[in-house]
C-alpha cells in the first residue's frame, strides 16, 4: 500500500474561503495549518505514514493464515480462529487501504502537472515510481523469493542465481508504483489534450458541495458491479502482468475522484455529516461480508455466487465510510509532526520498498518456534515495522538514494 505517496497538499489562505462558507455549512476545516498558503497538510502525511505500516501488518497476516499472495506463508490458510480473524483483517484493509493511496495520489497529480508541466512531472514519475520498481522488480523481488525458498531447503545463492539467469522479474507491492505510473500517464496525457479539463486544476475553481450522499451511493454502486464484470475475466488472486485488475475499479474510481477533488479541496473540507453517515454505514456493512460467509458453510448453495456478489457492492460501501473517517480523524489530530512521526513520514515510501525481505527474514528466523499465529502475527509485524524504520534511516543517509525517495 505503495510508490511515491503523496507529501504534501498546496492549500489556499483560508481567507479565500470565508465568503464561500454558504456553500456548505457543514464543512469541517481540516487543521489549523490550513491558514497558512502552501502549507503541509501534516495530516494527510500522518495518515500516509500509518497506512505504510498497515501495508507491513497486511503482509504479516498473509504470512501467518490469512487469505492473499505473499512471498513467504509459514501457516496454510485454515478454519482455526487465529486464521479466521487475520482473513478477516486483510479483508477489511483490502477494502480501502490501497484505495486510500490512490486517493491521496490523484489529489496531487492535477496540481504537480500545473507546477512542474508535462515534461518535468513525466521525468518525476518515472525517477520516483519507475526506479524503485525496477530496482526491486530485477533484484530485490529475486532476492525475497530466494530467501522464502529457504524454508523448502533450497539454498539462498543457488535460487538467487537462478533466478537472475532466467531474467525473473517479481514486482511484489511494487505493483502500486506500476500502477500509480500508468495512472500518471493517463492523468497526463488527459489533461493535456482536454483543455476543459484545466479548471480542475487547483486555485482554477471555487469550493463546490461535496456529492450528495445519493451520488456517493451511486458510485459504490456502479463500482461494484465495475468488479463484478472485471471479476468474470480476472477473478480475485490473478494477476495480470502483476496487476490484479478484479480490484482495480474502485482504484480507478478514488484516483479520479482525487483529481477532481482536488479543485475544490475537499480533502480538507470535509461535511461532518457525510463523514458521520458513511462511517456508520460502514459499521453496519462491516459484519455482513462474515455473516454470508458462514451461512455458506451452513448452506453450501448461498456460498457462490452470492458470497462474491455481496463481497463485491461490500468493499465500496465500506471503503467510502472508513477512508472519509480517516481523513476526518487523521486532520484533526495532527496539525504539526514533530519526533517520531516525522521520522516515520519522511521514511514511509522506503519502509514500503524493503519491508518484503526483511519481513520474509524476520518470519524465518524464528519460524522453528511453536506457537499461535496471532502471536507470531503480532510479534513478527512489529519487529518488521521497527527494523524497516531503522534501515529506511539508513538508506535515507545517502544523497543519490534520498533525492529518489
Known amino acids: 500500500m505503495q510508490p511515491h505517496l503523496p507529501t504534501a497538499v498546496t492549500i489556499k489562505p483560508a481567507q479565500e474561503f470565508e465568503a464561500q462558507q454558504s ?14 498558503a502552501g502549507a503541509r497538510n501534516v495530516g494527510l502525511d500522518a495518515l500516509r505514514a500509518s497506512l505504510t505500516l498497515l501495508v507491513v501488518m497486511h503482509h504479516t497476516a498473509i504470512t501467518y493464515g490469512a487469505i492473499g499472495g505473499w512471498f513467504y506463508r509459514e501457516v ?15 479483508t477489511v484493509n ?15 497529480t492535477p496540481g504537480a502537472v500545473e507546477r512542474h508541466g508535462t515534461r518535468r512531472y513525466a521525468i518525476d514519475r518515472f525517477k520516483r515510481l519507475g526506479l524503485p ?5 530485477w533484484l530485490l523481488g529475486p532476492v525475497t523469493i530466494a ?6 531447503g533450497h539454498a539462498f545463492a543457488d535460487t538467487l542465481v537462478k533466478l537472475l539467469r532466467d531474467g525473473t522479474f517479481e514486482n511484489g507491492p511494487l505493483w502500486f508504483a506500476q500502477a500509480l505510473l500508468i495512472f500518471a500517464c493517463v492523468a497526463m496525457l488527459w489533461l493535456k489534450l482536454t483543455p476543459r479539463l484545466q479548471q480542475l486544476w487547483p486555485g482554477q475553481g471555487e469550493i463546490a ?18 468488479a463484478l464484470v472485471l471479476r ?6 490473478v494477476n495480470v502482468w502483476g496487476l490484479q485488475l478484479g480490484y482495480f475499479s474502485s482504484y480507478v474510481v478514488l484516483f479520479a475522484f482525487g483529481c477532481f477533488a482536488a479543485r475544490h479541496h475537499w480533502l480538507e473540507f470535509l461535511p461532518a455529516d457525510k463523514v458521520r453517515t458513511w462511517w456508520r454505514v460502514a459499521l453496519l456493512a462491516l459484519p455482513t461480508l462474515p455473516i454470508v460467509y458462514f451461512l455458506g458453510r451452513a448452506v453450501p448453495g448461498l456460498r457462490e455466487p452470492v458470497l462474491g456478489y455481496v463481497y463485491a457492492f461490500w468493499e465500496p460501501i465500506v471503503a467510502w465510510g472508513v477512508i472519509l473517517k480517516l481523513l476526518w480523524e487523521f486532520q484533526r489530530k495532527f496539525t504539526v509532526l514533530d519526533g517520531l512521526w516525522k521520522s516515520l513520514v519522511r521514511r514511509a515510501y522506503t519502509i514500503f520498498i524493503i519491508h518484503p525481505p526483511v519481513l520474509v527474514a524476520v518470519a524465518l528466523a524464528w519460524r522453528g518456534v511453536p506457537t499461535n499465529g496471532l502471536v507470531k502475527f503480532a510479534v513478527t509485524g512489529t519487529v518488521t515495522c521497527a527494523l524497516c524504520f531503522i534501515f529506511a534511516g539508513w538508506l535515507l543517509r545517502v544523497p543519490a538514494l534520498r533525492k529518489i525517495l
Not at 456553500?23 to 487543521?31: F, I, L, P, T, Y
Not at 496454510?76 to 486483510?90: A, N
Not at 483490502?94 to 496531487?108: S, T
Not at 458541495?209 to 465495475?226: D, E, K
Open 232 to 237: 468474470v475475466f480476472w477473478p480475485v488472486g
Open 76 to 90: 496454510s490458510t485454515d478454519r482455526s480462529l487465529s486464521s479466521t480473524l487475520l482473513v478477516y483483517f486483510c
Open 209 to 226: 458541495p461535496w456529492p450528495s450522499n445519493v451520488a456517493m451511493l451511486g458510485a459504490a454502486t456502479v463500482t461494484g458491479a465495475v
Open 23 to 36: 456553500v456548505s455549512k457543514q464543512a469541517w476545516v481540516a487543521s489549523p495549518q490550513l491558514a497558512s
Open 133 to 137: 520498481l525496477l530496482f526491486f522488480g
Open 147 to 152: 530467501m522464502a525458498q529457504t524454508a523448502r
Open 94 to 108: 483490502q477494502a480501502f487501504f490501497m484505495g486510500l493511496f490512490f486517493l491521496l495520489a490523484g489529489y496531487l
